[in-house]
Each structure stands twice: as structure tokens, then as C-alpha cells.
């Protein structure tokens, strides 16, 4: 068997632990920013500014290098190990993300102890796609490329396709690839993340820790990062300039630069677009191969989150959230307002708010107090890796 380098492990780990911190500014600015509430769209062409749109912008990275990296991660795993106990780990490391999601992430979102707003996100995005790959890997390398590069290419042909209603047709489409709202009498269902894109970007990620291989010519490693990532980005820009496929909503010249800027850039996230997604996988690429030998304290700093990705996860939820409560005190709301339920956010919620330098200083003070905890839980992993159930948290 072929085995893995240490220092090219770390450089995923350390792009993973760079988005971790970034996906904290987006979901800080969730729960802190005025208009959040409002259903304010930050990267709205008419509405933003520059820094707010930049804020949204830079957290586009989050999502699908953190469902990328899962992929790879499921490669690194299962290397050395045999395809049915792969297959073991996938399936059921799938079903108990889906269940963390319902139950565990629904909960420290909302708060809400009567679950009446239950919520779809990225972790059931991935959930779901581990269980797909779970069966993928079966196939022949080739026969799984060819699949994710249609799941992730082809599947803008689909966006013409708008379903209505509660039916069982219509929530499977609302679950494969238009993003939609469930109202029942008691409950409210959030489907975000439509999953075709996303499982066809988990099994690219899992071919990708391929280049991870310990007799993989570095050199040669270093050549594909680099045509990849210039390649996606390439691509972004060809494709959003023809302006005819790769996104749901087109971009058009406005009465200033700035906003044409802003509509250039306004790509949809759900479901991911194609434009989405090679605009962020790219620099991802280049990333990696900017870090493949750097290590300093802050390479070392970002690899404790990376290293522990589910439970910083849920962790920087709660704090958030929990901060939250704290910051509607201060504001002079009641805490009772942070608790979601399936009629939406209190009224009161539509005042409430601070400015983008409060967010940032929020969170900055999340992400800090944070890295203790993940530290002392990185070692403990590190320590206790004969302890299987690690491996599912």
C-alpha cells in the first residue's frame, strides 16, 4: 500500500481550518448584523456595499471546499483500508451527519426545544453525499470523474426546472436541486442545500486525495494544483463573461462600476452553480499549492480547526448563537427573540442589528475563544486513536 505524507496532510488541514474561521464571519454576521433579520440579501446589487458584499463573497469559500475536503478526507481514510470498510464508515458516517443535522444542529440554530423549525443544511449536504459515495467508490476511478464532472457541470441545464407544493414529487426535487421552504401547521422545513451539485463535488474531492499518494511526484502534484486552480478560475471568467450558462441569474452592466462589479460576482450558492464553484475551487487549488512546505505559527494556528472540523462545527454554533442572546441584551431586545420557531424571527428582530465592525470584532472574539477548545480536543484525538468513535465527531 501506498502511503501519505504528513506535511501534505497538513496543508489540507490547514485550508480546512482557514474556511472554518471564514464560515465564522458568515454565521456571526447571521446573528449580529442589522438587515440579517430582514432577509437583506448581502450580496443585492441595489442594497450593498463594497465590504458588505465582500464579507458575503469571501465566505462562498466555505461550502464547497469544506463538502471538497470531505471527499479527500474520505480518500485519505479509507487508503489503506478496504473498499467495504470504507463503504461501512461512508454509509454510516452519512446517516449520523443527517441525524446531527436534524436534531443537533436545528436545535443550537433555533434553540427552539419544540423543533417547529427544522433546518437542511450543509452537514445533511454531506451527510447525504457520504452515503452516495459510500456506493461510488465501487466504480472504476474514471467512471466516478466522469460522473462528479456532470453532477457539478451539467446540472445548471436543470434550473428551468421549478417545482411547487408539498407532494412527495415536489420535495424530492426540493431536495435534489431547487433550494425551497416547507410551512406545515406546526413545523417549518428549510431545504438549503439541494444535493446533486454537492455529491458530485464529494466524489471530485475523493479522487483528489489521489495527488496525496507518498510516491506521487511532487513536482508533478505541484503542476496540477497549479493548472487546476488557474484553469477553474479561467473558466469562471470565460464562461461569466459569455454570460450564457454556468449561473442562475446573468450579470448585466450597471449605472456604476461598482455595482457591475457586485453583478459580475453575484453567483448563486443554492444550489452551488457551476460559475460558484470553479470561482472557489480555484483559488483553492493555488492554496494548496502556496502551502505545501509553509508551517509558522499561523499555518499552526489554522491547522487545530482544520484538524477538528465536525466539532468546531457545532461548537461555533453554539457560541454564536449563545453571544447572540447576549448581544439582543445589550441592544435592549428581549432573549426570548433568539429562539427560532416555524413563524419566522420575532418582529422584533427587524430592529435589531450592528454594524459590520461589530460583527468583525465578534468575530474575532469567537474564533479565539474557540481555539482553546479545539486544541485540547486535537489532542485529545491525537491521543486516542484507538478510540473508533472519534472518527464520527
Sequence with gaps: MKALTKNRIESIDILRGVIMVIMALDHVRDYFHFGSFLGADPSATETTTPLLFFTRFITHYCAPIFVFLAGTSAFLFGYTKSKSILFKFLFTRGLWLIFLEMFVNTFIWTFNINYSFIIFQVIWAIGFSMICLSFLIFLPKRVILILGILLVAVHNTLDSVIVQGDSVQSIVWYLLHQQNVLVYDSVTILLNYPVIPWIGLMALGYLFGGFYQKDFNTSLR???????????????????????????????????????????FSITKYPPSLLYLCITLGPAMLFLRAFETTKNKLTDFFLVFGRVPLFYYFLHILVIHSFAIIGILIFGGKWQDMIFTSEGPSQNLLAYGYSLGVVYLVWIGVVLFLYPFCKKYMKYKANNKDKWWLSYL
Design 222 to 264: 505541484r503542476k496540477w494544483l497549479l493548472r487546476l486552480g488557474l484553469g477553474l478560475i479561467a473558466l469562471f471568467f470565460i464562461l461569466r463573461g459569455i454570460n450564457i450558462y454556468g449561473d442562475l441569474i446573468p450579470w448585466s452592466v450597471q449605472e456604476t462600476t461598482t455595482k457591475t462589479i457586485f453583478s459580475f
